[in-house]
């Protein structure tokens, strides 16, 4: 293979992974919209919806129940889940769809949705359970390239606020 059109390949991957990554953030911009809706019903404090705000850093805990709830809460605001709490794979294949791009991962974001629910599915209480999905979700993001920097999130945040 030449020095070329090995240099285009690994450009053409980059840009699939930064589109990933693009999507990825719009998702959770989109999906965190429903964060103000389920902070009372999920019992999160300020301090706590705060702190859903730093997701995608590498030392978010994923300790609280409460953060699990609001999981819950958003998901179901979004119509994303079944009556027994786990996912509605075509709902969340759909609401990923709706953003731009979003057809370039929907189908790997359910795939690594549905995958981390297997391993938690034992767990009763839907809060904790969809807590440590999440989790679970979040690491097979990372380790795949597909999360979005904290930088980049910010960034959003910031431009979303001047925005208003």
Request: with cysteine; glycine share 4%.
């Amino acid at each position: 293979m030449s020095a070329a059109l090995h240099v285009v390949l690994l450009l053409s991957a980059a840009g699939v992974l930064l589109a990933d990554v693009n999507v990825m953030k719009d998702v959770t911009l989109g999906f965190g919209q429903a964060l103000e809706k389920c902070r009372e019903e999920s019992q999160l404090s300020e301090e706590k919806m705060e702190e859903f705000f730093h997701f995608w850093r590498d030392d978010f805990k994923f300790e609280h129940r409460e953060l699990g709830c609001a999981i819950q809460c958003m998901s179901r605001h979004f119509n994303l889940l079944t009556d027994s709490s786990r996912m509605h794979h075509e709902n969340t294949e759909q609401f990923i769809q709706s953003f731009p791009n979003g057809q370039v991962i929907a189908r790997k974001m359910v795939e690594l949705i549905h995958g981390c629910e297997k391993q938690h599915d034992l767990k009763e209480d839907h809060c904790w359970r969809i807590l440590h999905v999440a989790e679970c979700f979040k690491q097979a993001c990372v380790d795949g390239g597909l999360a979005p920097t904290m930088e980049m999130m910010i960034t959003e945040f910031i431009m979303e606020a001047e925005a208003r």
